[in-house]
């Protein structure tokens, strides 16, 4: 049987966030998510129609009608070229609702440099594991409760970094004027204890809807006190919004 999804868009720039910032990746953003943290600024509810980038970085876009299959969705993808792509990136919304979309999808977008790189909020072990073989980089969020809104997620985080650190794995969390040092300190407990060998990411939130951003001082604190238990901690803020891409 033939699956089918609803994407958001496609289209091709560079990652602006943590430590592969720059590289030349080709985005599949997918609709829906489990989560609805206060600083989403991503459209996630499924649309009758995905756009898709004619040109990178110009926004020209045309439509495609959703569902869409794996085979047209490769297709499209593909049609960007992937030989100078580093990866192609699973975004959304959450990628691992569509674990059986992407088992039909993933072998068929070969061609890139490096393969796949999955930018999850790392709350799906289970449909992490059906996909873990088909992937080479994850981006894996890890969600501050007092950050994001969402509640505490600390399980469901530690099953799906136990699993993920088997790949080359990026731990991020946002952070921002709510956040608590505690839920930092539990973070880097987590990650010392589980994934010691990933890097971890802190972002400063990129402000939307009132969210307050980080103090400078803070977020430099919250950095030096990581960086007491693990090897490599990095201050990385969205980047992509400075140059005004998607
Ligand atoms: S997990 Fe990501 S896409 Fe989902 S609500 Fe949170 S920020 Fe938005």
Redesign the pocket.
């Known amino acids: 049987m033939t699956i089918e999804t609803s994407l958001i868009e496609l289209f091709a720039s560079v990652q602006g966030e943590g430590p592969l910032v720059g590289c030349a990746q080709v985005f599949v953003r997918f609709a829906r998510?489990n989560?609805?943290?206060r600083?989403?600024d991503?459209p996630?509810q499924p649309v009758p129609l995905a756009r898709v980038e004619r040109t990178p970085g110009r926004r020209d876009f045309f439509s495609v009608a959703n569902p869409v299959t794996a085979a047209e969705a490769s297709r499209l993808v593909r049609a960007f070229g992937l030989e100078f792509c580093h990866s192609v990136v699973l975004t959304?919304?959450?990628p691992l609702l569509q674990e059986g979309f992407l088992r039909e999808f993933l072998p068929l977008v070969g061609g890139s440099r490096h393969g796949v790189y999955l930018e999850t909020?790392g709350t799906l072990p289970d449909a992490l594991a059906g996909v873990l073989d088909l992937v080479t980089f994850i981006a894996a969020?890890v969600k501050l409760p007092l950050t994001?809104g969402t509640g505490p997620l600390w399980e469901e985080h530690r099953r799906f970094l136990s699993l993920a650190g088997k790949k080359t794995l990026f731990v991020k969390a946002v952070i921002g004027g709510r956040t608590g040092q505690d839920e930092v300190d539990r973070l880097v407990d987590l990650v010392a204890e589980v994934c010691p060998n990933a890097v971890l990411v802190l972002q400063p939130v990129t402000p939307v809807g009132g969210v307050p951003p980080v103090d400078p001082a803070a977020a430099l604190a919250f950095q030096r006190r990581a960086l007491a238990r693990l090897g490599d901690v990095r201050l990385i803020p969205q980047t992509h919004h400075v140059m005004g891409q998607l």
């Open positions: 998510c989560l609805a943290c600083y989403c991503t996630v959304g919304g959450e909020n969020d994001s």
